[in-house]
């Protein structure tokens, strides 16, 4: 990130990186339920580009903004929480 602005890569890590640990191992980082980014917040995200990329999601998930994701998934697909 530059100057604290997101880059299109982190973003795209987004909906492609999966969650490689704890009780939603193996779910795309973009499809992690609010309260387990939530619980992150509150403990301390982890060290490294996993902590950067969860702080990151928090933030969209926590602004409403989640959606603006959809368009950099496979197939331009919507994720779990965008129904339909």
Do not use: C
């Amino acid at each position: 990130m530059v100057g604290g602005s997101p880059g299109g890569e982190q973003l795209r890590l987004l909906v492609t990186r999966t969650m490689p640990f704890g009780k939603h191992k193996g779910t795309l980082i973009a499809d992690l339920p609010g309260n387990y980014l939530n619980w992150f917040a509150r403990e301390g995200f982890p060290p490294g580009e996993i902590g950067r990329l969860l702080a990151l999601m928090h933030e969209l998930n926590h602004n409403g903004l989640a959606s603006l994701l959809d368009p950099l998934r496979p197939g331009g697909r919507r994720g779990r929480r965008g129904g339909a």
